[in-house]
Structures are given as structure tokens and as C-alpha cells.
């Protein structure tokens, strides 16, 4: 049987004896359990949305070019795996790097070019890479 990964959950309740009987079940499942009204709740939802349905759609992305390119979506796991074990120490702000964080035109206008037959991949691309030039 699977294990079930360890996650934080997040309970509220509407008066103390409800609280402590839901403290009592989630702690039973989970060593992090936080209590979080439904603003708190609402803000990490959108936030778990973005790290994980979005990026994972951008993994999907990802897989389906190198499949019409003939390359293997496989290397990449490796820094995939790396990115998200390094974001456990250090901010994300901090590890960012690529094209347009070192402002390469001419790699990006590369990238540009053969995304031309992907238009969604493109859009992301240019979405993406305008957003990290603007962190600056």
C-alpha cells in the first residue's frame, strides 16, 4: 500500500468543541495541521493552483513538443526533480536564471522562432519571459 505524502492541512470550524475534534482528525493524518479561515484558505488555493496545476500543464506542454521535436521530455526530469527540491531552502526569487533573466535576445529570439509552429507554447513563452523581465 501507498503511503499517504505528508501534507499541511488547513481546518477551521465554527466554535472550539468542533475545532478540537477536527484538530484531532487532521492531526491523525498529518503532523501540520493550521488553522485558516476562508480567505486564507481562498489565497493558498490560488496559489497551489498556480505551483501546481499551471506548472504541471506547462510539464504537458513541455512533453508534448519534445515529442513532436523527437526529443527525450525525459532529460528534463532531472532539473525539474532539482528545482523543486532547491526551492525548499532558498526563495525562488533567488535560483531564477535562463534568457530572460540575462536579458539573451538572440537565445530567445531562437526559442521564439522554433515555437512558431506551437502557438500556445509561444504565448507562454512570451508571457512568461516578458514577466521575469519585468522583475527587475
Request: glycine share 2%; charged share 25%; proline share 5%.
Amino acid at each position: 500500500m501507498k503511503a499517504i505524502p505528508e501534507i499541511p492541512l488547513l481546518i477551521d470550524a465554527s466554535d472550539e468543541n468542533m475545532l478540537h475534534q477536527l484538530q484531532l482528525l487532521a492531526y491523525s493524518i498529518s503532523r501540520s495541521v493550521e488553522r485558516a479561515g476562508d480567505e486564507k484558505r481562498l489565497k493558498l488555493h490560488t496559489a497551489a493552483v498556480v505551483v501546481n496545476n499551471f506548472t504541471n500543464h506547462l510539464f504537458e506542454m513541455a512533453e508534448a513538443f519534445c515529442k513532436k521535436e523527437n526529443v527525450d521530455f525525459g532529460l528534463l526530469l532531472p532539473m525539474i526533480i532539482e528545482t523543486a527540491m532547491r526551492i525548499q531552502y532558498i526563495s525562488p526569487a533567488i535560483v531564477q536564471t535562463g534568457p530572460a533573466l540575462r536579458n539573451d535576445v538572440l537565445t530567445i529570439e531562437r526559442h521564439l522562432a522554433l515555437l512558431k509552429e506551437y502557438p500556445p507554447l509561444y504565448k507562454v513563452y512570451v508571457q512568461l519571459t516578458e514577466s521575469i523581465r519585468s522583475r527587475k
